[in-house]
């Protein structure tokens, strides 16, 4: 095996994977501590990106595009959250399932009607444009500057979760939601705070997601799905498990669509490889969870443990 194509196909797999992290991570805390199957986050990753995209055809600038996109996409978020979903929240799951799927429905007409089907793109920024050298070959810089924003996202979840008290209140409240708000603490705000900076990764992802995925109606489903098998795998509700999950799922994804067709075509005579190694490549993440699943119920890095 190539030894540069591995390498490059792992980062490639890593940037995937904290790609994910970032819709995972707001994802696994509405979900695990709000109790709330939002399936429109997807959307607010997608309206991130048509925000990012809107802003840099307007003014040619990645940075404007991101300083915008992120808080447009946290204020889409509070308002879902105050005017929309306010009331979803005591019910069953399927209400918040039909409600929120209906949504995309929205989101997506919405779009549709102000920037039209086609899709647009947004350029990276300049000085990231090239390639970095190292270990004898080359990887191009915005890739790398995606994976070092998914580390630092990680890491700042990591201190606002477990070193703040804020963070102190989303834990307490993820454990006993009443005793909190009996102490003082007004949940239905901090219901709010979570859903807000769930909504700002999404969007924020959408942004990071633009420079290398065309930006279209209908972008959040397919990173939903994604999204969906990294909670569940990593552990819903823990952050950690996010993290993890996401990096996982991430390089199973990419390093199987990348190696195992080749794999196939050494094992199988070619007309069967060339029909089972894409359609199994496709579908490796969910026999990961399935697998996952059937030895950890709770996924691998329940919140319990972390």
């Not at 696994?28 to 429109?40: D, E, K, Q, S, Y």
């Not at 998914?150 to 454990?175: E, F, Q, S, W």
């Not at 990419?254 to 794999?263: E, K, M, V």
């Not at 969910?286 to 919140?303: E, K, N, T």
Request: charged share 10%.
């Amino acid at each position: 095996m190539d030894l540069q194509l591995l390498t490059t196909q792992i980062l490639n797999g890593v940037q995937f994977g904290v790609l994910l992290f970032l819709l995972s991570a707001g994802l696994t805390l509405v979900f695990g501590i709000m109790n709330f199957v939002n399936l429109a986050h997807g959307s607010l990753y997608m309206m991130g990106a048509y925000v990012a995209a809107a802003v840099f055809n307007l003014y040619g600038s990645f940075t404007l595009a991101l300083l915008a996109a992120v808080p447009a996409a946290i204020l889409i978020g509070i308002a879902l959250d105050r005017i929309v979903l306010a009331g979803l929240y005591s019910r069953e799951h399927l209400d918040q399932v039909l409600a929120t799927f209906g949504l995309i429905l929205v989101f997506n007409e919405v779009v549709r009607y102000i920037w039209g089907s086609a899709p647009t793109y947004i350029n990276a920024p300049r000085a990231l444009r090239g390639t970095i050298d190292f270990l004898g070959f080359s990887y191009p810089s915005y890739r790398i500057f995606i994976i070092a924003v998914g580390l630092l996202c990680g890491l700042g979840l990591y201190l606002l979760i477990n070193k703040t008290r804020v963070g102190m209140l989303i834990r307490a409240g993820a454990a006993d939601a009443e005793m909190v708000d009996a102490m003082g603490t007004n949940i239905r705000r901090l219901n709010t705070l979570i859903f807000g900076l769930g909504a700002g990764l999404a969007g924020l992802g959408g942004v990071m997601a633009g420079p290398i995925l065309s930006v279209q109606p209908g972008m959040g489903e397919p990173i939903l799905i994604l999204t969906l098998v990294v909670i569940v795998t990593g552990g819903i509700g823990s952050i950690r498990g996010a993290f993890y999950g996401a990096l996982i799922v991430g390089l199973v994804d990419t390093l199987g669509r990348a190696f195992l067709p080749a794999a196939f075509n050494e094992l199988l005579a070619k007309s069967l490889a060339q029909a089972a190694g894409p359609a199994v490549a496709s579908m490796l993440i969910y026999l990961l969870m399935a697998f996952v699943l059937a030895i950890r119920p709770h996924g691998l890095f329940p919140v319990r443990n972390g």
